[in-house]
């Protein structure tokens, strides 16, 4: 069965830090890979996708994420976190193989503190 | 706001009783899927909608759940016998078919089963 593994359950950082989000998925074959973000009190919102092409992709508020098919890693990277990036952070992989579905990591709950 | 919504947001019952969530999704999606997320945990895939046809269900799915999504364009998620064990935040979201598919939640329905 597919799994995502995402490393860091709770991240804690100050304002400006760098940030690396770590997320390791089991599957071989093809996968699309998607970052979703949920700030407080509000729904899950897509962050970035991969499907196909270069393998470094960027999403939005200055958030990129590197496909390493080797590593079978999809790390979430931003260069300097602020206050508003406080969220939980999910890593999501499809297998087209084996349907529609996407299957999530367990979240990375991310502080940063001003 | 035409994103994915749903309703109720919150619902509270007692053991036993049957329940029933709703979902819209965006008006141009014909793909529809329901997850379910417990605390600490990423959402999980329960079924999925193309149209009115149901194509893929979980083992999660047990026989007191049932979704319909009768023309293809709202559905409905029904839990009966509700169990305390069932007690979790049950998203939705939708999609366009294709290649490249990206999934929009909405905000979910948190579920406490007394």
């Known amino acids: 069965a597919q799994s995502v593994s995402q490393h860091n359950h709770h991240v804690i950082l100050s304002e400006a830090a760098s940030l690396e989000l770590g997320c390791n998925y089991s599957?071989?074959?093809?996968?699309?890979l998607f970052w979703y973000v949920q700030y407080p009190g509000q729904h899950l919102q897509l962050l970035l996708k991969?499907?196909?092409?270069?393998?470094l992709v960027k999403g939005i508020k200055g958030f990129e994420a590197e496909f390493i098919k080797s590593k079978f890693s999809f790390n979430l990277r931003k260069p300097s976190v602020q206050w508003s990036d406080t969220a939980e952070y999910f890593c999501?992989?499809?297998?087209?193989?084996?349907?529609?579905?996407?299957?999530f990591g367990a979240g990375t709950i991310l502080r940063v503190k001003s | 706001d035409t994103g994915v919504s749903q309703d109720p947001r919150h619902k509270i019952t007692k053991r036993g009783q049957n329940v029933t969530f709703r979902c819209d999704p965006i008006?141009?999606?014909?793909?529809l899927y329901w997850y379910r997320q417990t605390l600490g945990q990423g959402p999980e895939f329960l079924t999925y909608?193309?149209?009115?046809?149901?194509?893929?269900k979980s083992r999660l799915l047990s026989d007191r759940f049932s979704a319909e999504r009768p023309k293809g364009s709202f559905s409905t998620l029904e839990i009966q016998r509700t169990e305390q064990g069932d007690s979790a935040m049950y998203l939705c979201?939708?999609?366009?078919?294709?290649?490249?598919?990206?999934?929009?939640f909405g905000p979910g329905t948190r579920l406490l089963v007394l």
């Open positions: 599957y071989g074959g093809t996968v699309n």
């Open positions: 999501a992989v499809n297998a087209p193989e084996y349907g529609n579905k996407l299957v």
């Open positions: 991969y499907f196909s092409g270069d393998p």
């Open positions: 979201a939708s999609s366009l078919a294709g290649g490249r598919e990206t999934q929009y």
């Open positions: 008006s141009e999606h014909n793909r």
């Open positions: 909608f193309q149209n009115e046809a149901q194509l893929e």
